[in-house]
């Protein structure tokens, strides 16, 4: 049973900075594509970052410069560091591994979700 971990969310000013973390358990996590995905009230989930098994990285247009992600094998656990936050980044934050970094995957194992609220 392969389960993820989520942990790092809070509020944060504008322009502040966050670190989130997610635990992986029950697969062999180095075999896996890592990603973090958000999700804003009345909007659709979204891909924030993707990391490959082989630590390719990819970033939705809004947080390239901003975001990092990078993950740990030796820890089984993928990162995302967040810098320069802005309000429109207020959201539910979910980690995923899948076989590969999808925009809307449908398979795969998702994390319960951490929020992140960017508010002066």
């Known amino acids: 049973q392969v389960q993820l971990v989520e942990s790092g969310g809070g509020l944060v000013q504008p322009g502040g900075s966050l670190r989130l973390s997610c635990a992986a358990s029950?697969?062999?996590?180095?075999?896996?594509?890592m990603a973090w995905y958000r999700q804003a009230p009345g909007k659709q989930r979204e891909l924030v970052a993707g990391?490959?098994?082989?630590?390719?990285?990819n970033y939705a247009d809004s947080v390239k410069g901003r975001f990092t992600i990078s993950r740990d094998n030796t820890k089984n656990t993928v990162y995302l560091q967040m810098n320069s936050l802005k309000p429109e980044d207020t959201a539910v934050y979910y980690c995923?591994?899948?076989?590969?970094?999808?925009?809307?995957?449908?398979?795969?194992?998702w994390g319960q979700g951490t929020q992140v609220t960017v508010s002066s």
């Open positions: 995923h591994q899948n076989s590969r970094i999808l925009p809307a995957p449908r398979t795969g194992y």
């Open positions: 990391i490959s098994s082989g630590g390719s990285t």
């Open positions: 029950g697969s062999i996590f180095s075999m896996y594509a």
